[in-house]
T-cell receptor, first 115, second 114 residues
Framework: DVKVTQSSRYLVKRTGEKVFLECVQDMDHENMFWYRQDPGLGLRLIYF???????EKGDIPEGYSVSREKKERFSLILESASTNQTSMYLC??????????????FGEGSRLTVL | AQSVAQPEDQVNVAEGNPLTVKCTYSVSGNPYLFWYVQYPNRGLQFLLK??????LVKGSYGFEAEFNKSQTSFHLKKPSALVSDSALYFCAVRDSGSARQLTFGSGTQLTVLP
């Protein structure tokens, strides 16, 4: 089974702090994604990556950056956390383009609260 | 551009009754369609997908969905609901010709009443 592991289930940070959310997958997937989930808004794509050191903006990249130095790891960075970034963050991965129907495998989520 | 609409925020159904959770989509090319389920404080779990072929797709936990190209719909169904089916359900679409990523709907909270 594919396993996508997010390092922190719950985080509480202060406004202005730098926040790192880490995600690791163990199935050698090429594609990795960061979504945020908010009530009534569903899942919105922040950033995704289809290869090491590659990244593409999703629908709501403002206030976020990402890093993918190794194939299995995809990090989401909040350079200066703000209260409107309080949310559930979901990491996901999928197969590379040749085999990819788009099916995503999700981690358990990281619930971030910014005070 | 690709988009998904889930017109119902909340669906309530009695245990043992059939359930339907609605989803409509918009893509330029051919759609790949997915349903995911989320239990409280958990990540999303894959239920089923439509890629090509038979319009009726069967998935996990007795769920099925029907792809209707003319109505651009992909409604999730189950013949007999269980209390344990209560969860948040998300429909998602990928335009097979132009997109790498999935676009999700806003979610439908299903409550099955005992």
């Amino acid at each position: 089974d594919v396993k996508v592991t997010q390092s922190s289930r719950y985080l509480v940070k202060r406004t202005g702090e730098k926040v790192f959310l880490e995600c690791v997958q163990d199935m050698d997937h090429e594609n990795m994604f960061w979504y945020r989930q908010d009530p009534g808004l569903g899942l919105r794509l922040i950033y995704f990556s289809y290869d090491v050191k590659m990244k593409e903006k999703g629908d709501i990249p403002e206030g976020y950056s990402v890093s993918r130095e190794k194939k299995e790891r995809f990090s989401l960075i909040l350079e200066s956390a703000s209260t409107n970034q309080t949310s559930m963050y979901l990491c996901a991965s999928s197969l590379g383009e040749d085999l990819n129907t788009g099916e995503l495998f999700f981690g358990e989520g990281s619930r971030l609260t910014v005070l | 551009a690709q988009s998904v609409a889930q017109p119902e925020d909340q669906v309530n159904v009695a245990e043992g009754n059939p359930l339907t959770v609605k989803c409509t989509y918009s893509v330029s090319g051919n759609p790949y369609l997915f349903w995911y389920v989320q239990y409280p404080n958990r990540g999303l779990q894959f239920l089923l997908k439509y890629i090509t072929g038979d319009n009726l797709v069967k998935g996990s936990y007795g769920f099925e969905a029907e792809f209707n190209k003319s109505q651009t719909s992909f409604h999730l169904k189950k013949p007999s609901a269980l209390v344990s089916d209560s969860a948040l359900y998300f429909c998602a679409v990928r335009d097979s010709g132009s997109a790498r990523q999935l676009t999700f709907g806003s979610g439908t909270q299903l409550t099955v009443l005992p």
